[in-house]
């Protein structure tokens, strides 16, 4: 006979938590992408109706199922919107970003240390939280980088006489 596994809050944070979404490009990144609000309203729901997790397994398995799309679906518009803003921003507030980014995951790698000495379930989420904020920083300053690196290899080379060419490197 094969074992039940009942399912808990604690079992929503497998995997990565939800990414953060920075405001000035929150309305591009979240267009059209299922936020998964009504099956958490069912959750919640069920879990006042009902007081404890094992009455509402159906509710869990549903948010978490569609939790993890939406994640993985907010994770690639993050990377593209930084990858197309290294493509098309001026320069110099390309390079302000990326320092702003460089910045954050400092102060994400700080706050991660200091979370490492917290014990407990406290601290695991501490952790967790961090560690999923700084890896989707690092990810999106690397897209960044790569649009950024992508203009620079296709800005206009000026020639002698006035006509501009544009150089291709594959």
Avoid at 70 to 83: H, I, M, P, W
Avoid at 122 to 139: I, M, P, V
Wanted: charged share 30%; net charge negative; with cysteine.
């Amino acid at each position: 006979m094969m074992e039940e596994t009942i399912l808990v809050g604690e079992d929503l944070m497998m995997g990565p938590p939800s990414p953060l979404i920075p405001q000035e490009i929150a309305s591009h990144v979240l267009e059209g992408v299922d936020l998964c609000d009504g099956i958490l309203r069912n959750l919640f729901l069920c879990l006042q109706i009902n007081d404890i997790e094992p009455f509402c397994q159906d509710e869990i398995v549903l948010y978490r199922q569609c939790a993890e799309k939406r994640d993985k679906e907010l994770r690639k518009r993050l990377q593209d919107s930084e990858y197309k803003l290294g493509l098309s921003m001026p320069l110099d507030e390309a390079n302000e970003r990326v320092t702003q980014l460089e910045s954050e995951v400092t102060s994400l790698e700080r706050r991660m240390i200091l979370a490492s000495g917290v014990e407990g379930m406290e601290g695991f989420r501490q952790r967790w939280s961090l560690h999923g904020r700084l890896t989707d920083t690092k990810k999106r300053l690397e897209s960044l980088k790569q649009g950024m690196e992508k203009t620079k290899k296709d800005e206009p080379v000026r020639v002698t006489g006035g006509t501009t060419k544009k150089w291709w490197f594959w």
